[in-house]
């Protein structure tokens, strides 16, 4: 008896998974199903997708077939193999691309647009490390630490061992006040000293560190 995806579990749907894991997480019959979107009578969406996976070899082989043979598909038609035409071609293009060069950090007004869509929490502290190549080029932004309303521990040897794991040879460090008040604390100027001290110590540079408040921001180290 064939299970329609509405009777398959929520979480166990393949838009969910895609949803809550991302699309590294799916199979290739789930994607292909995504693709598909609707199944045929007495099928289901996934169960259409491995029967052609099946049919086929594989998703290599699936994909060098042209709209005519996929079209002519029982459970395919036109309107569903032209959607998988559609989506191979793209992912020839893509993986063919050159990708757009890096930002290039040159102020603290950059490191700050850098890291203001990562903040997940505005109503408390969140730390993240900013993460440069040695002529500044942003490689990327982790956050690090996520504290209370009003205070975030950070550990220097995190910050470092971040950098140097994503391969960077610079980095800033932001970090957010839910005050408002961007006006570095004692504690502020004391990580900042830390972590200066420590990256000297193995070879890296420290461009900045700024805190963000809101629309406001300051740098304890320029």
Known sequence: MTVS???????????ERLD???ARALTD??????????????RNALEVAHDLLAEHGGLG?????????????????AAKASSLVA????????????????????DAGDIVAAVR?????????????????????????????????SRCLLDAKDVIAT??????????????????????SPEDLAVTRALADAAEVVGLEMVDHVILAGPKWSCVRS
């Open 163 to 184: 950098v140097l794991r994503s391969g960077g040879s610079a980095f800033a460090l932001v970090h957010t006040h839910p005050s408002a008040d961007a006006s570095p």
């Open 87 to 106: 989506a191979f071609e793209l992912g020839r293009r893509a993986a063919g691309a050159e990708p757009p060069p890096a930002l290039r950090i040159r």
């Open 20 to 22: 809550r894991l991302g």
């Open 29 to 42: 019959a789930e994607l292909v199903a995504l693709v598909l979107r609707s199944g045929a009578p007495g």
């Open 117 to 149: 869509r990562s903040i997940t929490d505005p109503a408390r502290e969140e730390s993240f490390v900013v993460v440069l190549n040695a002529s500044h080029r942003l490689l990327r932004v982790e956050l690090i630490t996520k504290g209370t309303e």
């Open 61 to 77: 082989s699936l994909g060098e077939k042209d709209l005519r043979h996929l079209a002519a598909m029982h459970a395919v038609g």
């Open 5 to 15: 995806i509405a009777q398959i579990a929520q979480r166990d749907r393949p838009r």
